[in-house]
């Protein structure tokens, strides 16, 4: 069974800077990884996933995570953060079906103007 | 075509009352998955089901807690007698397939808070 580990619970940036959120998992066997976003009071929205193939996924508004299997990471990133970024961002982790996925407990992004 | 829908969105119980929590899957999605949020910590994974299935509970309380997803109708997860620590964030997820090259989509989640 796969865990995930996100390293630090609250993260703060200013507008215009470097957004990076850490996510490392444990697994037996190499995982599909996702990232997902919430907005406050909202549903989870995926972001980007990684399945098989290119290790550097792209997804929605400029968010891109890089596969390290050597690390066991898949770091978020975005070049530059606006403030429409601020929200909780989870990392998650399966290796067979949706029912095996496994969360991180969630980094929340603070973006100062 | 409408997303997962979750309803309610806030529910408030009295400690010992029964709390029923219902999810409407996307159009075409015949596989829901039942997560928990509590304040400070991830997502955790309760039950998976089918149409008239339960696949994978391994993540449900024992006791008080129950899910079904019957043929017509939405998914139910019910909690019976239920406590503060009952009080938590409550999210259903959707997919047209178990496999993982398919994406499940949540819905906007239901806010238990017990009182």
């Known amino acids: 069974a796969q865990s995930v580990t996100q390293l630090g619970s609250h993260v703060s940036v200013s507008e215009g800077a470097l957004v990076l959120l850490r996510c490392n998992y444990s697994?037996?066997?190499?995982?599909?990884l996702f990232w997902y976003v919430q907005y406050p009071n909202q549903g989870l929205q995926l972001l980007l996933k990684?399945?098989?193939?290119?290790?550097l996924v792209k997804g929605i508004n400029g968010f891109e995570a890089e596969f390290k299997k050597s690390e066991t990471s898949f770091h978020l990133t975005k070049p530059s953060a606006h403030m429409s970024d601020a929200a909780e961002y989870f990392c998650a982790a399966a290796t067979y079906n949706n029912n095996d996925m496994r969360f991180g407990a969630g980094t929340r992004l603070t973006v100062k103007p | 075509n409408a997303g997962v829908m979750q309803n309610p969105r806030h529910l408030v119980r009295r400690r010992g009352q029964e709390a029923r929590l219902r999810c409407s899957p996307m159009?075409?999605?015949?596989?829901v998955y039942w997560y928990r949020q509590l304040p400070e910590e991830g997502l955790k994974f309760m039950v998976y089901l089918q149409k008239e299935n339960i696949i994978d509970e391994s993540g449900m309380p024992k006791e008080r807690f129950s899910a079904e997803f019957p043929k017509e109708g939405p998914s139910i997860l019910r909690i019976q007698q239920v406590v503060r620590g009952d009080s938590a964030a409550y999210f259903c997820a959707s997919s047209p397939l178990a496999e993982m090259n398919t994406e499940a989509f949540f819905g906007q989640g239901t806010r238990l808070t017990v009182v």
């Open positions: 159009k075409g999605h015949s596989h």
């Open positions: 697994s037996s066997v190499p995982p599909y």
């Open positions: 990684y399945t098989t193939g290119a290790t």
